[in-house]
């Protein structure tokens, strides 16, 4: 019964008086009629009327089972009669009926006394009765039993608090103020000092980012969970997975539960299992997955000071080769100490694969400039070793980079990576190859300048089937620079990616080769070697698609070519685009085959209908049999994933006949012919013997 409906059952007005005897009104009849049928549907209540001297005037059937007098028994007497003896010494009855009288109403929990003078847990309300004048006719008490329910709510806390300290988990109980009201033993094991009455904030270690347990502003109900740090009594972290929740105590009062899961060990595994998993078993450095962990944010900073620094040892196999691999790896070992420990404190030094190692630099101002920071590097890795016994002197060959706009770690990586490959012809420092830094800005005002006004040049050099016909022709950029003579590829492309131009050189040579091949008078198709204009750019279909269309070339007569490199860590948009427009007839070629991080990976699932041979195996041929070997995988390979093969490189004809016995598709290379101006190779087309085959297999 809610305080609604007992003030329902209880609000009765009019005056009652005893039943034996005693003269009564319609109205009083009425009421106690009213009365009658109320306690019918009570029947688990008591409810009787009493006078204004707390005499009982009526009795019902719920009365006489609930205390054990029958209604003959009790009207007429007091109604203190119910009561412990102590409280009727105390005054308590006439207390009550004083509280009704004040307030209409009064409404206790207490012990109550049976006829039998067992005891009794009763809820009670009494309320005032009034004449229409105002006047106090008497009072209505209505008495439920509770006894049973108090026995289970007892038998309830008994449980909890078992449970509370039996718990193998930490628990605490904790007031709104945060201060710890209770904790069980386990939580009191698990820290080693009693938490009673203690601050929330003084159980948690330093490095815990919160403040205290109980959400602010406190909310009653729901469940909140979180990863905090407490500290032990000798000063230990604790990790714990605290669940907190609201709750009500009997007063009304609110507390919060809190469970603390110790879960410190399964932490420190996670930490072990994390730390192998991103860092390099033999020299302790960062790997590959942990140089994208730290680059990654670093970039998505949008910081203009990051910057990648791409070390190679130089000649590391010769240590491999003449003292053995435990060498190898003591040298490694040597050299990252030293990066570890004398770097600037915004570097990170990474091992990636063999002797290669990265520097992550988040704030290159700080450490001089990039110049600065790669003459450091460099001056770090130029040691002399002992081992073995032997003092070993080694040096690096290092590229930098910094991140251009929206770029990406394996960007910045393959940038790095091109860049120490330009200075590998020095030894100890990372160069450019083009001089003074004061001469290779001229050369990038030139070469913009150069492209600009169209003052490049396309020389073309055939591949040429097993029948001695040619069937495509490779597009190679020159330069007759004013000053210097014509300049090849190598030196290009070079002053183009130190200067930002490898998107309008590609652009440049894509446009002019397929231009230029539309006059051929054999429609052979015409290879475009491309890098500044990427798959994963987002306008790389319709740049191509704009080529095509403007040179009015057939795109079954295009192939692009790209360096194994640039296919590595390539998202699915980019090898989705190559494939729509594969779909049209455009080819894709694989340069540089074998020399890159994936190749088995990149070929299967990349639509590169070619793949070149790279032309350093091809060289070695005929006097190393790894090299023979390295052929004939990659041309069996090819063969099997039904791919066109193609040798570069092929300058001599023990080579042309190793490759057409291993059933190369195609070759290129001095043997046949240099590259040659369009005029030149235009000319050789027409030759009768360059006749294409009708139906080449390999298309």
């Known amino acids: 019964m809610n305080a609604h409906e007992e003030e329902a059952a209880c609000g009765l007005s009019g005056r009652w008086e005893p039943s034996n005897g005693f003269r009564q009104s319609e109205a009083q009849i009425d009421t106690e009629r009213l009365i009658g049928e109320v306690a019918a549907d009570l029947r688990d209540c008591a409810i009787f009327a009493i006078d204004r001297d707390g005499l009982v005037t009526s009795w019902n059937a719920g009365a006489q089972r609930i205390k054990g007098f029958s209604s003959e028994e009790i009207i007429g007497r007091h109604f203190s009669r119910f009561y412990p003896r102590e409280q009727v010494e105390a005054g308590f009855p006439s207390w009550e009926l004083s509280q009704a009288a004040a307030h209409g109403f009064f409404i206790d929990r207490g012990w109550r006394v049976r006829k039998n003078g067992t005891r009794f847990w009763a809820h009670v309300v009494i309320t005032a009765q009034r004449a229409p004048d105002g006047s106090l006719t008497g009072f209505i008490k209505v008495t439920r039993d509770e006894s049973e329910g108090r026995t289970q709510r007892e038998r309830s806390a008994r449980r909890f608090t078992d449970l509370f300290q039996l718990a193998p988990v930490g628990i605490a109980l904790l007031d709104e103020s945060d201060q710890v009201l209770d904790a069980n033993a386990a939580l009191c094991d698990l820290l080693g000092y009693r938490l009673h009455g203690k601050a929330a904030s003084e159980l948690m270690h330093p490095d815990d980012a919160g403040s205290g347990l109980v959400p602010h502003p406190a909310r009653a109900g729901g469940e909140r969970m979180s990863h905090r740090v407490l500290t032990r009594a000798d000063g230990e972290r604790v990790f714990c997975h605290v669940r907190c929740a609201a709750s009500v105590q009997d007063d009304g009062d609110r507390f919060w539960l809190a469970v603390f899961q110790d879960v410190t060990e399964q932490i420190r595994r996670a930490e072990v299992l994390h730390h192998q998993a991103t860092h390099d078993p033999t020299t302790g450095l960062l790997n590959r997955q942990g140089v994208d962990e730290l680059l990654v944010p670093m970039l998505d900073s949008s910081s203009d000071q990051i910057a990648v620094l791409f070390c190679d040892i130089d000649n590391f196999k010769r240590v491999n080769d003449s003292l053995g691999h435990d060498a190898g790896d003591e040298l490694l070992v040597a050299l990252a100490r030293r990066l570890r420990n004398e770097l600037p404190a915004c570097c990170t030094p990474a091992r990636l694969y063999g002797d290669e190692f990265l520097i992550i630099c988040s704030n290159v101002q700080a450490c001089g400039g990039l110049d600065a920071l790669t003459n450091t590097a460099a001056d770090l890795l130029r040691a002399v070793v002992p081992l073995q016994g032997r003092l070993v002197s080694v040096t690096a060959s290092i590229g930098a980079t910094t991140p251009e706009e929206h770029t990406t770690t394996q960007n910045m990586i393959r940038d790095a990576d091109a860049a120490m490959f330009n200075t590998k012809r020095g030894r100890g420092r990372a160069r450019t190859g083009q001089g003074t830094p004061t001469a290779q800005l001229t050369l990038e005002e030139d070469l913009r300048a150069a492209l600009r006004h169209d003052r490049l040049q396309l020389h073309y050099q055939p591949i040429v089937a097993r029948d001695g016909t040619i069937i495509l022709a490779e597009a190679l950029v020159r330069w007759p620079h004013p000053d210097r003579g014509l300049l090849t590829p190598d030196t290009i492309l070079s002053v183009a990616e130190n200067g930002g131009l490898m998107h309008d050189l590609d652009s440049w040579v894509l446009h002019t080769a397929l231009r230029e091949a539309v006059t051929w008078q054999q429609p052979i198709g015409v290879t475009v070697n491309v890098s500044g204009i990427r798959p994963d750019a987002t306008d790389f279909s319709d740049e191509?698609?704009?080529?095509?269309?403007?040179?009015?070339?057939?795109?079954?007569?295009?192939?692009?070519?790209?360096?194994?490199?640039?296919?590595?860590?390539?998202?699915?948009?980019?090898?989705?685009?190559?494939?729509?427009?594969?779909?049209?007839?455009?080819?894709?070629?694989?340069?540089?085959?074998?020399?890159?991080?994936?190749?088995?990976?990149?070929?299967?699932?990349?639509?590169?209908?070619?793949?070149?041979?790279?032309?350093?195996?091809?060289?070695?041929?005929?006097?190393?049999?790894a090299d023979l070997g390295i052929a004939r995988a990659v041309v069996e390979l090819a063969r099997a994933m039904d791919r066109t093969c193609i040798a570069e490189g092929v300058e001599n004809t023990t080579q042309h006949a190793l490759l057409n016995s291993l059933g190369i598709d195609a070759c290129q290379g001095f043997l046949f012919s240099r590259p040659l101006p369009a005029a030149e190779f235009h000319a050789l087309l027409k030759s009768p013997e360059s006749a294409a085959p009708a139906n080449p297999a390999w298309e």
């Open 544 to 625: 191509v698609s704009t080529a095509i269309t403007a040179s009015g070339i057939a795109p079954d007569r295009v192939v692009l070519e790209m360096v194994e490199t640039l296919f590595v860590d390539l998202p699915a948009k980019p090898r989705r685009a190559m494939r729509e427009l594969a779909r049209t007839g455009i080819r894709f070629a694989m340069d540089d085959f074998g020399t890159g991080y994936s190749s088995l990976a990149r070929l299967k699932d990349l639509p590169t209908q070619i793949v070149k041979l790279d032309r350093r195996f091809v060289s070695g041929m005929g006097s190393d049999p």
